[in-house]
C-alpha cells in the first residue's frame, strides 16, 4: 500500500508541474518567464532551489552531532537573500539581462562572460549530482531498488520537473515546496516538542561535551567559513539572481528578496530541534544519522501521512535540483553557444537538448561511481563560482569604474585558477 500511495502522490504533483509547462512558447518564457514575476514568484523560485535535501535532512543529521550550529546553512541562505533585496536587486533588474555572466560582461567583456559562466556552470553541476543522488536515496527507501536504477529514475524526474516549463516549473514547483517545506518540518517539530515534553527537558537532557546551544560547536573559525561561503555561494548562483531578473520590475525583485530571507530561517531551526530531539531518544541511530529526518517521519507519523511527507521530501530535493539545471541552462545557451541565432521555436527545442544532455551527464557520473568524490569537491564549488563570479560581480556593482583598469581584468582571470590549483594541492 505504501508504494502506490508513494507514486500515486508524486505522479499527481509532476502532472501539476507537466500542466505549468503548456504556455512555455520562448525561450524567454523559459528563462524569465517573460520577466512578468510578481514579488511571490520570485520567493518561490527563490526558496523552491534553495532550500533542499540539505536545508531539512542535512540540517536534521548535522543537529543529531553538533545542535544550532546546524542552523547556519538556512542562515547563510537568509543573510545571503537579504544582502539580495538590499544592495543587488536593483542593479541587476534595472540591466535587464539574463545571466550573471551576462551582467558581469557588460564590465569585463564578452570572452570573460563566457569564461565565468562556464566556470560557475561546472560548480553548479557538482550540486546537481548530489541532488540526484540525495532524491535516489528516498526512491531506494520506498522501492528497495539500487543506487543506479533509483538514480535513473530520480534523473527523469528531474528532466521533467525542469525541461517543462523552465522558470515557470521552477516557480511552481517552488510555491508547492514552500508549503510543503512548513508541513513537513513544523509538523515534525510539534511531535518532537510534544513527545519530549517541551524543549527545556529536551535540552536538558542532551549529553555533556558539545556546546549544543551554539552556532560555533564545531568550531568557530570552520563555522565562520562555513557562513560566509554560504552568503557568496547564493550571490554567485544563476538560479538565484535569475529569480530577480525574471521580476516584473526592482519593486517585486526585492520584495520577493526580503520574503525569502524572512521564511527560511525558521524551517532550520524546526530541523535543529528534531535532531537534538532524536540525539536524546533515539541514540541508536548515530551511525546512520544521515537517515535521521527519513526515520523520524517513519517513526512517528501514521503510514499514509508517512507516504505523503517522503513524497513532499522528494519533490524537495528535485525542485533544488531543477533550479540548479535551469541555471547551467540559461548560462550555456546565452553565454556559451549565444541566444537567438535560430527561431524562437529552435531555440526553445536548443535549450531543452542542453538541459537533456546536462542530465545524461550528471546520471553517467553516478554510473561511474564518482559518488564520494563528487561529494568532497562539494565546496570547491561554493569557492569556484565565488572566484569566477562573486569578486567581479562585487567590483560591477560597488566600484565599476575599476573594471576597466587591465591588472584588475588580468586578476579576474586569473583568481578562479589559483582557486583552482590550490584546492587540488589540497586534495
Same mark, same amino acid.
Given at each position: 500500500?505504501?508504494?502506490?500511495?508513494?507514486?500515486?502522490?508524486?505522479?499527481?504533483?509532476?502532472?501539476?508541474?507537466?500542466?505549468?509547462?503548456?504556455?512555455?512558447?520562448?525561450?524567454?518564457?523559459?528563462?524569465?518567464?517573460?520577466?512578468?514575476?510578481?514579488?511571490? /514568484?520570485?520567493?518561490?523560485?527563490?526558496?523552491?532551489?534553495?532550500?533542499?535535501?540539505?536545508?531539512?535532512?542535512?540540517?536534521?543529521?548535522?543537529?543529531?552531532?553538533?545542535?544550532?550550529?546546524? *542552523? %547556519?546553512?538556512?542562515?547563510?541562505?537568509?543573510?545571503?537573500?537579504?544582502?539580495?533585496?538590499?544592495?543587488?536587486?536593483?542593479?541587476?533588474?534595472?540591466?535587464?539581462? $539574463?545571466?550573471?555572466?551576462?551582467? @558581469?560582461?557588460?564590465?569585463?567583456?564578452?570572452?570573460?562572460?563566457?569564461?565565468? =559562466?562556464?566556470?560557475?556552470?561546472?560548480?553548479?553541476?557538482?550540486?546537481?549530482?548530489?541532488?540526484?543522488?540525495?532524491?535516489?536515496?528516498?526512491?531506494?527507501?520506498?522501492?528497495?531498488?539500487?543506487?543506479?536504477?533509483? /538514480?535513473?529514475? /530520480?534523473?527523469?524526474?528531474?528532466?521533467?520537473?525542469?525541461? /517543462?516549463?523552465?522558470?515557470?516549473?521552477?516557480?511552481?514547483?517552488?510555491?508547492?515546496? @514552500?508549503?510543503?517545506?512548513? $508541513?513537513?518540518?513544523?509538523?515534525?517539530?510539534?511531535?518532537?516538542?510534544?513527545?519530549?515534553?517541551?524543549?527545556?527537558?529536551?535540552? =536538558?537532557?542532551?549529553?555533556?561535551?558539545?556546546? *549544543?546551544?551554539?552556532?560555533?560547536?564545531?568550531?568557530?573559525?570552520?563555522?565562520?567559513?562555513?557562513?560566509?561561503?554560504?552568503?557568496?555561494?547564493?550571490?554567485?548562483?544563476?538560479?538565484?539572481?535569475?529569480? $530577480?531578473?525574471?521580476?516584473?520590475?526592482?519593486?517585486?525583485?526585492?520584495?520577493?528578496?526580503?520574503?525569502?530571507?524572512?521564511?527560511?530561517?525558521?524551517?532550520?531551526?524546526?530541523?535543529?530541534?528534531?535532531?537534538?530531539?532524536?540525539?536524546?531518544?533515539?541514540?541508536?541511530?548515530?551511525?546512520?544519522?544521515?537517515?535521521?529526518?527519513?526515520?523520524?517521519?517513519?517513526?512517528?507519523?501514521?503510514?499514509?501521512?508517512?507516504?505523503?511527507?517522503?513524497?513532499?521530501?522528494?519533490?524537495?530535493?528535485?525542485?533544488?535540483?531543477?533550479?540548479?539545471?535551469?541555471?547551467?541552462?540559461?548560462?550555456?545557451?546565452?553565454?556559451?553557444?549565444?541566444?537567438?541565432?535560430?527561431?524562437?521555436?529552435?531555440?526553445?527545442?536548443?535549450?531543452?537538448? %542542453?538541459?537533456?544532455?546536462?542530465?545524461?551527464?550528471?546520471?553517467?557520473?553516478?554510473?561511474?561511481?564518482?559518488?564520494?568524490?563528487?561529494?568532497?569537491?562539494?565546496?570547491?564549488?561554493?569557492?569556484?563560482?565565488?572566484?569566477?563570479?562573486?569578486?567581479?560581480? %562585487?567590483?560591477?556593482?560597488?566600484?565599476?569604474?575599476?573594471?576597466?583598469?587591465?591588472? %584588475?581584468?588580468?586578476?579576474?582571470?586569473?583568481?578562479?585558477?589559483?582557486?583552482?590549483?590550490?584546492?587540488?594541492?589540497?586534495?
Amino acid at each position: 500500500m505504501d508504494k502506490i500511495i508513494f507514486t500515486f502522490t508524486l505522479l499527481f504533483f509532476t502532472l501539476l508541474v507537466l500542466n505549468t509547462g503548456r504556455n512555455t512558447k520562448s525561450s524567454s518564457d523559459f528563462s524569465l518567464g517573460g520577466r512578468q514575476a510578481m514579488s511571490f /514568484s520570485v520567493t518561490a523560485t527563490i526558496v523552491g532551489t534553495m532550500v533542499g535535501g540539505a536545508s531539512t535532512i542535512g540540517t536534521v543529521q548535522m543537529a543529531y552531532t553538533y545542535g544550532l550550529a546546524a *542552523w %547556519i546553512f538556512t542562515l547563510g541562505c537568509s543573510i545571503a537573500c537579504l544582502l539580495l533585496g538590499l544592495f543587488f536587486a536593483a542593479p541587476m533588474r534595472n540591466r535587464d539581462t $539574463i545571466t550573471i555572466s551576462e551582467y @558581469i560582461g557588460h564590465y569585463f567583456g564578452k570572452n570573460f562572460r563566457k569564461y565565468s =559562466s562556464i566556470l560557475t556552470s561546472a560548480g553548479i553541476f557538482i550540486h546537481i549530482i548530489a541532488q540526484i543522488l540525495a532524491s535516489a536515496a528516498i526512491i531506494m527507501i520506498i522501492f528497495n531498488l539500487n543506487l543506479k536504477t533509483a /538514480s535513473f529514475f /530520480s534523473t527523469i524526474l528531474l528532466g521533467i520537473f525542469v525541461l /517543462s516549463g523552465g522558470i515557470k516549473s521552477t516557480a511552481f514547483v517552488g510555491k508547492i515546496k @514552500i508549503f510543503m517545506l512548513y $508541513i513537513l518540518t513544523f509538523g515534525c517539530f510539534l511531535i518532537a516538542l510534544v513527545k519530549g515534553n517541551g524543549l527545556n527537558n529536551v535540552i =536538558s537532557q542532551l549529553p555533556e561535551g558539545t556546546k *549544543w546551544l551554539s552556532l560555533f560547536s564545531y568550531g568557530s573559525k570552520k563555522a565562520s567559513i562555513d557562513l560566509v561561503s554560504m552568503v557568496i555561494g547564493v550571490l554567485a548562483t544563476q538560479t538565484y539572481l535569475q529569480a $530577480i531578473f525574471s521580476a516584473k520590475n526592482v519593486k517585486e525583485a526585492r520584495k520577493g528578496a526580503f520574503i525569502s530571507a524572512a521564511i527560511i530561517p525558521p524551517i532550520g531551526l524546526f530541523g535543529v530541534f528534531v535532531g537534538m530531539y532524536l540525539r536524546v531518544y533515539h541514540p541508536e541511530i548515530a551511525s546512520s544519522n544521515t537517515a535521521a529526518l527519513p526515520f523520524f517521519i517513519q517513526q512517528y507519523f501514521p503510514g499514509i501521512l508517512s507516504d505523503i511527507l517522503m513524497v513532499f521530501m522528494l519533490i524537495i530535493i528535485l525542485g533544488t535540483g531543477s533550479g540548479l539545471c535551469l541555471g547551467i541552462i540559461t548560462n550555456i545557451y546565452n553565454d556559451v553557444l549565444g541566444a537567438g541565432k535560430f527561431s524562437e521555436k529552435y531555440d526553445i527545442l536548443k535549450m531543452r537538448v %542542453i538541459g537533456t544532455a546536462l542530465l545524461m551527464m550528471a546520471f553517467f557520473v553516478v554510473l561511474a561511481e564518482l559518488n564520494n568524490t563528487i561529494l568532497e569537491w562539494s565546496y570547491l564549488s561554493m569557492g569556484l563560482r565565488g572566484s569566477a563570479t562573486f569578486i567581479p560581480l %562585487i567590483m560591477c556593482i560597488f566600484i565599476p569604474g575599476i573594471t576597466k583598469n587591465l591588472y %584588475i581584468r588580468a586578476v579576474v582571470y586569473i583568481l578562479p585558477l589559483i582557486y583552482l590549483a590550490a584546492s587540488f594541492i589540497h586534495f
